[in-house]
């Protein structure tokens, strides 16, 4: 989850370890590194070979579905969005065109990002190396960038753009969103609320449309506890009348002797007090407009912060974030009428298992601050349940979801006789409206343990030390990792590594003799104190995360994965049963992270730019 909340890694962690030198030329399509495509050359021509092997005896139903289809994706320069965008063009060469709604960002224009942000990513280069020296010409010609915005009504289409997205488009796939925790209740409700809507309203005018994907997130389950069925949300729904219900209903049957076995529904007088996100955008922008009046500056986006905090918890989710994503479902479930639509709900989404390349992330996601902040020994640990688990899914495998489900809703993806006796697919559960609901997760299908995540990342860095930037030597971690069982002791033990008794004592005695403070002290202390105040901050927002009570069934996953052909099967992977944890985590995720996102070397690796000149 790309947030502002995560400024703290890029800050306190990525500056104080070293990196690989700059100022060399930057070859489109390649890293900042000269010769990273060099390293993944092997890998693409696997990739390559594979991919042809496939083709030759081709019975993939996805495949054929995505033949000479448009498609229309928002998002586009976002992390999930680009490994969709890859894997389309990967698996079929031969869809027709795929309009990129992207924003203008101060100079620069939608082409412009199209090529910088976009085509010349490293993702792309197994396409790259497929393509030879057409690869621009084929990427120019497939992909056609439309300057919008989410966050206006109408997308902030030009009438040309509009026009022809409603004559062409047959796919409507919509992956934007705001994913800041705490961000202003305004500011979510019309990204992640209404910019649901939005999209929706320009599906339903595309002339050829099959079917809409919609990317929620698993965690608009909110503070529910136990099994989260993969069920759309409906206007009045509200996971804080539920808990009620649940608890109203476990206490007359505990009041009987008799036990309550399952959460109960909530009764019908609960549903009408739910949550109506119609009232909850009015709600947002009447109390935006009186905070412009009466204040400005911080000010006016604090207040806005604290309501969607409040707003959330009221009603049973544990942030603004999740909270307008399922509202953004409500409205998507209300106003849907004949729309095809599947909803896909991935976890907390980590870097490729296996595609583009093993390891591939951009950007800093939601688990990735603990990992680094551990690494670079800031702390011992982290707050959660010591019996929770932490469920984090590969991009790739949410992408193969989303791709798979398209095709199956749209009816063209049809389970082989080699796979099934019959050729009707199985019914999805828990189906609002004919909605299909998809949760890409692992707390049921290969649950990780909180602890044990700590316990892995631990022996991935005892075995590979980040360098301090300054003196070069390793960064040991204490060994002694825990699962903290409340904030405030992950607080106070945060304070002592960052030498807060020792600037504790220095504090005092200046208070008592001024100018007894050297000016090193004084800068130290301002980055101990800073330092910690992120952390804390970090475990104020993760902290819900790191002890989630719900787990996210995945029965409509599985169930799309047994009507998959072997063909599909092969091409489209999605075994998270399967998933090795330390595998995945020590030898491809954080690698990954370390290299793609950050740019940080583990210690005793060789700088390009040293190499080069022996």
Not at 394 to 413: F, I, Q, S, W
Request: with cysteine; proline share 5%.
């Amino acid at each position: 989850m790309a947030s502002c909340a995560l400024g703290w890694a890029t800050q306190a962690v990525v500056s104080r370890v070293r990196r690989p030198g700059r100022g060399r030329t930057r070859h489109l399509g390649t890293d900042k590194r000269s010769g990273r495509r060099v390293g993944r050359a092997s890998t693409c021509r696997a990739s390559i070979a594979a991919h042809e092997h496939a083709h030759a005896r081709d019975e993939s139903s996805v495949r054929a579905f995505l033949s000479e289809r448009t498609v229309l994706l928002t998002g586009s320069t976002g992390f999930l969005a680009k490994v969709f965008l890859e894997k389309l063009l990967w698996e079929q060469p031969d869809v027709r065109k795929v309009f990129l709604v992207i924003a203008p960002r101060g100079a620069q224009t939608a082409e412009d990002r199209l090529a910088k942000e976009i085509i010349a990513a490293p993702l792309f280069d197994r396409l790259r190396a497929r393509h030879g020296a057409d690869f621009e010409a084929f990427a120019f010609a497939k992909l056609v960038p439309v300057a919008g915005d989410l966050g206006v009504d109408g997308l902030g289409l030009s009438p040309e753009a509009e026009s022809a997205i409603e004559k062409e488009t047959d796919v409507v796939v919509h992956s934007a969103a705001t994913t800041t925790f705490d961000e202003r209740f305004d500011v979510a409700v019309n990204i992640n609320t209404l910019g649901p809507r939005r999209v929706l309203a320009l599906a339903k005018r595309c002339e050829n449309l099959k079917v809409m994907c919609h990317v929620s997130t698993a965690f608009v389950n909110g503070l529910r506890v136990g099994p989260a069925a993969e069920r759309a949300f409906r206007v009045g729904d509200s996971v804080a009348n539920e808990l009620a219900e649940r608890k109203k209903n476990r206490d007359s049957f505990s009041a009987r002797g008799a036990s309550l076995d399952a959460p109960k529904p909530p009764a019908a007088a609960a549903k009408e007090k739910g949550v109506d996100p119609y009232e909850e955008i009015a709600l947002a922008f009447a109390e935006a407009e009186a905070c412009d009046r009466a204040e400005s500056g911080e000010g006016a986006s604090e207040r806005m912060t604290r309501l969607g905090s409040k707003r959330a918890l009221a009603n049973g989710w544990q942030d603004t974030y999740v909270f307008t994503k399922a509202m953004g479902e409500q409205i998507l479930s209300a106003e849907r009428d004949d729309v095809p639509l599947v909803i896909v709900r991935p976890s907390i989404v980590e870097g490729a298992l296996s595609e583009p390349f093993p390891g591939w992330i951009e950007g800093v996601r939601m688990a990735d601050p603990l990992i680094l902040a551990y690494g670079k020994g800031l702390i011992r640990g982290f707050v959660g349940d010591k019996q929770g688990v932490l469920d984090i899914v590969p991009v790739d495998a949410v992408v193969n979801v989303m791709l798979a489900a398209l095709a199956r809703k749209a009816g063209e993806a049809r389970p082989s006789r080699e796979a099934r006796p019959s050729d009707e697919l199985e019914p999805l559960s828990g189906d609002v409206d004919d909605i299909a609901v998809y949760h890409v997760a692992t707390s049921t299908l290969n649950p990780l343990n909180f602890e044990k995540f700590l316990r892995i990342v631990s022996g991935h860095f005892a075995e590979h030390p980040l360098a301090d930037k300054r003196s070069g030597d390793a960064i040991v971690p204490d060994a002694n990792i825990e699962v903290f069982s409340s904030r405030l002791a992950f607080e106070v033990d945060t304070w002592l590594r960052q030498d807060g008794v020792r600037f504790a004592g220095v504090s005092l005695l200046e208070k008592l003799k001024p100018g007894s403070m050297s000016r090193a002290d004084r800068r130290k202390k301002v980055v101990a104190q800073k330092t910690w105040e992120q952390l804390k901050g970090m475990g104020e927002l993760y902290a819900p995360y790191t002890s989630y009570a719900a787990r996210f069934s995945s029965t409509n996953v599985q169930t799309l994965r047994k009507s998959l052909s072997p063909s599909d099967a092969r091409a489209f992977p999605f075994e998270l049963e399967s998933l090795d944890w330390r595998e995945y985590l020590s030898s491809v995720h954080i690698p990954g992270l370390l290299k793609h996102a950050l740019r940080i070397e583990p210690r005793g690796e060789k700088k390009e730019g040293k190499e080069k000149q022996n």
